[in-house]
């Protein structure tokens, strides 16, 4: 009822379509006879109940029961808050999202690894512009990435809302995103791969960020043919120490594990009764090398012959205490440990899991890991009670590479057939847990065993029910979904295909997130939103109840500088605005109000170095400028409180009008300047 009272309070009553939804939403809280669960199913038709404009518009537009409960749940006035952040990652856009739910709002795309404009984000910040430095691959710029797994950062394994991480698949690097102005922070270049994927998950406490790799390659980088591919390719999983205090991932605190050349996949971190461990699946177990080019079978048939892969357990503290023990060796100047020594120092053991996996989730509690062989219709759950029991005994078994392998059985908890292509698994707090189904383009609700059994009715390690989403879904997210506390309130399905649900836009298709209603039990669980994703192709979210998130309103102080946490040096207060030659650099110190930039003229002459520092003045919420300078590649945002700098190099004589971009106040147009570039000779 809250939704309903916040209209009351807001007195827009007189909105005939918010009518329409109040009376439905009273018909059907009368008929279901319980006013606190306003997911209850209607006992008589919706739509017979509406009265005067309220039914004709819903006939008008052809709104079932189902549509208008949905609208209910998902409409959220101007000025109302959504309760949920998503995190989502924006594939190959190389950028975060932030949506609200349950109003599926895109509230801010976060640039991480893609320059941006809006943001002045890469395009002529020196702040922005040294962030990107830290992903530099090979000495070589590389100005984009493959967003796929956000991690938020946690306390006692519960989201705190302090940073967020992300990986970039597309060249093994890690990004730091605070959450204080949700701007990047640092990326760091994996420096021993190329590719990652079990990346990035978070420990418990977020002392460790796990980046696991993906594609395997000879870690020096160096050359070696593929018919070497079993003795010079290798995986690899990398811990990233991060510093909380500092904001940044601490590289020299860093270290790797070598890994057999089977392409890991996904990663989870252990919590409660299993933290201190980690889990990675992998795929390619074969080690098939492709070529279908000359006749040999192409990866999807070499990669998915054996009827097991293996999910490597991970043993954090033997791998920090043989890193202390300096049992690495320097790859590329970064520490790694040996296979050999991961094999022989309890530091990795794999599990046999069926076929093709893809995921690897950790329950809230930490008792079991689900795993999803993609060309399995099942789910497989391990006991980590049993898996460290088997450890313990000492396993019969190695790979070819000497790793010890544990019998399937002696660890396996249960099994469940949950359908066609199963990927990823979340949970809730009433004992179920949700798997996609990719190729049933459904999500399944299944019933965990063990401490969750009390939790619901329905009998342990059995499927309830699937609801089809549209189409082709990959993760799904929860709320708050990967704690150790799921909120069990929505789930996200993140669907790669969406034809037929949108007007056509061209042969590139949106993606089509649906928000599903989870909070009932048993069988009811309804898709009540689709949102068309036109902004990327998102792989993985996370959820975070939205008042864990303290963002500030204005930067803190005047003057301030986002990357250092300081006041910058070249902060300009009013009155302080100056010009000063140094040599050839010409030192701007500029400060930024509505509705003018000061100094409005700045002169130079050809051949000078340019430092341009904008200080926004203003303290008032909302309100950025930008800063445009024509020809030079330089557009900068600067919020209330900022110092920024660019810096360029004026190569051509000319006058270069320079002007702010965002529409700041009724004078914005007049919000501009003059650059003035004097010949060399005069
Ligand atoms: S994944 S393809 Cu998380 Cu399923 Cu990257
Ligand atoms: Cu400042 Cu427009």
């Not at 503290?317 to 049992?327: H, L, T």
């Not at 190729?439 to 609801?467: C, Q």
């Not at 000319?654 to 005069?682: I, N």
């Amino acid at each position: 009822m809250v939704a309903i009272a916040t209209l009351n309070r807001r007195k827009i009553w007189a909105i005939a379509l918010t009518m329409a939804l109040v009376a439905v939403f009273a018909a059907v809280a009368c008929s279901s006879g319980d006013e606190d669960d306003p997911t209850a199913a209607p006992a008589a038709s919706a739509q017979g109940q509406l009265g005067g404009d309220a039914k004709s518009i819903a006939e008008r537009r052809g709104l079932s029961d189902a549509d208008i409960e949905a609208a209910l749940k998902t409409f959220t006035p101007t000025g109302v808050m959504d309760e949920y952040l998503m995190f989502s990652s924006g594939g190959h856009s190389g950028q975060l999202h932030v949506i609200g739910m349950p109003s599926m709002r895109l509230l801010k795309t976060i640039a991480v690894f893609t320059p941006e404009s809006w943001q002045g984000y890469g395009i002529g910040s020196n702040e922005s512009e040294e962030v990107l430095e830290g992903g530099r691959v090979n000495g070589d710029e590389v100005l984009w990435g493959d967003t796929h797994h956000p991690a938020l950062t946690e306390t006692a394994g519960e989201y705190d809302g302090e940073f967020v991480f992300t990986n970039d698949k597309a060249n093994a690097r890690v990004a730091v995103i605070s959450l204080k102005d949700f701007e990047t922070k640092q990326i760091v270049k994996n420096p021993i791969t190329l590719s990652d994927h079990g990346a990035t998950m978070v420990t418990p406490n977020s002392e460790w960020v796990i980046e696991g790799g993906q594609y395997a390659m000879p870690l020096s980088g160096d050359y070696a043919p593929i018919s070497d591919y079993q003795e010079k390719y290798r995986g690899m999983v990398t811990m990233w120490k991060f510093d909380r205090a500092a904001g940044r991932i601490d590289t020299t605190q860093s270290f790797a594990i070598e890994l057999p050349p089977y392409w890991q996949d996904l990663c989870d971190a252990g919590k409660l009764v299993s933290e201190g461990w980690f889990v990675c699946g992998s795929f390619n177990t074969e080690m098939a090398t492709g070529g279908n080019q000359d006749g040999n079978p192409p990866f999807e048939a070499g990669a998915s012959q054996a009827d097991m892969d293996y999910l490597h357990v991970f043993n954090i503290e033997k791998a920090i205490a043989a890193r202390d023990a300096g049992k690495t060796v320097q790859i590329q100047g970064f520490p790694v440990i040996p296979l050999e020594v991961a094999a022989s120092d309890g530091i990795l053991h794999l599990v046999p899991e069926p076929k093709s996996p893809h995921g690897a989730d950790v329950t809230p509690g930490g008792e079991y890991i689900v795993v999803s062989g993609k060309l399995d219709p099942h789910v497989t759950i391990y006991s980590f009670d049993k898996i460290i029991a088997a450890i313990a005994a000492g396993p019969a078994e190695t790979d070819s590479f000497g790793v010890p392998v544990l019998a399937f059985d002696d660890v396996v908890e249960a099994q469940v057939e949950v359908g066609l292509g199963p990927l990823h698994t979340q949970f809730d707090n009433k004992g179920y847990a949700y798997t996609s189904l990719f190729l049933d383009s459904a999500v399944a609700r299944w019933t965990l065993g063990g401490p969750y059994a009390s939790l619901n009715p329905d009998p342990e390690w059995s499927l309830i029910t699937k609801t089809q989403v549209h189409y082709n879904v990959g993760h799904i997210a929860a709320a708050e979904g990967d704690t150790v506390s799921p909120d069990g309130k929505y789930l996200v399905s993140l669907n790669k295909w969406s034809l037929d649900r949108f007007n056509l836009v061209g042969p590139l298709l949106p993606q089509n997130f649906q928000l599903l209603d989870i909070e009932g039990t048993g069988e009811e669980m309804p898709v009540i939103y689709d949102m068309p994703v036109g902004f990327g192709e998102p792989h993985y979210a996370q959820i975070i109840k939205a008042d864990k998130i303290h963002a500030w309103e204005v930067y803190p102080e005047i003057g301030f500088n986002p990357l250092t946490g300081e006041i910058d040096p070249s902060a300009t207060l009013a009155g302080e605005e100056r010009v000063e030659r140094d040599g050839n650099t010409v030192h701007v110190y500029m400060t930024a109000v509505r509705s003018h930039f000061t100094p409005e003229h700045v002169t130079v002459k050809e051949g000078d170095h340019v430092a341009w520092h904008i200080t926004n003045i203003e303290r008032g919420l909302d309100a950025t400028h930008g800063f445009a300078m024509p020809g030079k590649n330089v557009s900068l945002s600067i919020e209330p409180g900022e110092t920024i700098t660019t810096e360029f190099d004026v190569t051509d004589d000319g006058v270069f009008p320079f002007y702010c971009t965002e529409f700041c106040s009724a004078l914005h147009l007049e919000m501009a300047g003059y650059f003035l570039v004097e010949p060399s000779g005069s």
